[in-house]
């Protein structure tokens, strides 16, 4: 049988305060408990720690021995909690994120400077990935997910949400036209994603209600491709406003269909598993996220 922690403590305790009564009530234990630990650990040594006096309790060569280990095991305890509460003041370690590549791109880069300025401790490694992945198989602590979730076996955290828009950029409208109704699209060049069709369903209001199902001319499994694209005037696009407010801001891309868009708006998570802890250095982040990631 291996020696406890009980045991160590019981013991370092009588030998500092000379007695089992005060090593008991040091400890908060009864004087029996302490007998009991005491009596465990020189069984399970096999040999002779304390001699007990009438008087007093003195350290046998062997107790000397013992007691110096006994010492430094207990002092590299509490080293290793004052280390974990100083890593709960000040977060530390590896953080590993993933996101899709716009949103890594437009919303977590430009505040990854201020970050390490705030929490120098902590070791960034970003992971960007345009499908949902495995958070165990790729070791990701957190993942920024957009739009609906559906994985029932991560924790979620609202952090912000975006509003999806029909764009063009001025070259491509002054070219082909501007489209004055959603019916109208049929005679342009769009640009849809690949993989997942839902992301194809735009918020245009018409004989389809609120959302219009198109059917691309050109595909791009990634939103920064698509953007990319509607910059240099290969079509329109329908795109959050994380990823494309600056270039409306700049005339680089122009909003169309205004008047017949509807006011949908992605939400934007954080997931991690239930069954894990949430560690300090992921609350830190995710709180400094949603601080700064304004409701596009």
Same mark, same amino acid.
């Given at each position: /049988? ?18 089992? *009564?005060?090593? %008991? ?22 040999? *002779? ?5 009438? #008087?007093?309790?003195? !350290? ?13 095991? !207990? ?8 280390? /974990? %509460? ?17 949103? /890594? !791109? ?16 902590? *070791?960034? @490694? ?9 958070? !165990?198989? #790729? ?9 609906? &979730?559906? =994985? ?12 999806? #828009? ?39 209001? $018409?004989?389809? $209600? =609120? @959302?219009? &199902? ?19 005037? %290969? ?7 994380? /990823? ?8 680089? &891309? ?43």
């Amino acid at each position: /049988m291996k020696t406890t922690l009980e045991e160590l403590q019981a013991f370092a305790a009588v030998v500092d305060g000379g007695s089992i *009564t005060a090593a %008991a009530e040091h400890l908060g234990q009864t004087v029996s408990g302490i007998s009991r630990a005491l009596a465990r650990l020189e069984k399970k040594l096999e040999t *002779t720690l304390l001699r007990r006096t009438t #008087r007093r309790i003195e !350290l046998t060569e062997e107790g000397q021995a013992f007691l110096a280990r006994t010492r430094a095991i !207990l002092a590299a305890l509490d080293d290793a909690e004052e280390h /974990m %509460a100083a890593r709960r003041l000040q977060p530390a370690g590896r953080l590993r994120v993933n996101a899709a590549t716009p949103f /890594m !791109l437009h919303a977590v880069v430009p505040l990854v400077p201020e970050f390490r300025r705030a929490y120098p401790q902590i *070791t960034l @490694e970003l992971d960007t990935d345009e499908l949902n992945i495995d958070l !165990l198989a #790729r070791r990701i602590d957190v993942a920024i997910r957009i739009g609906p &979730l559906r =994985d029932s076996t991560l924790h979620a955290r609202p952090l912000a949400t975006s509003r999806i #828009r029909v764009l063009a950029s001025p070259a491509y409208l002054a070219e082909h036209g501007r489209p004055r109704t959603a019916a109208a699209l049929g005679r342009h060049t769009l640009l849809g994603f690949s993989q997942v069709e839902s992301l194809n369903r735009w918020p245009l209001r $018409g004989v389809h $209600g =609120d @959302e219009w &199902l198109i059917t691309p001319h050109i595909t791009a499994s990634s939103g920064e491709t698509l953007r990319q694209l509607a910059l240099r005037g %290969a079509g329109i696009v329908c795109l959050s406003d994380f /990823m494309t407010a600056a270039d409306r801001e700049r005339g680089d &891309l122009v909003q169309i269909l205004a008047k017949d868009t509807a006011d949908v708006r992605q939400p934007i998570s954080a997931v991690y598993y239930r069954n894990t802890q949430l560690a300090a250095r992921i609350a830190c982040f995710l709180d400094f996220l949603q601080e700064r990631l304004k409701t596009f």
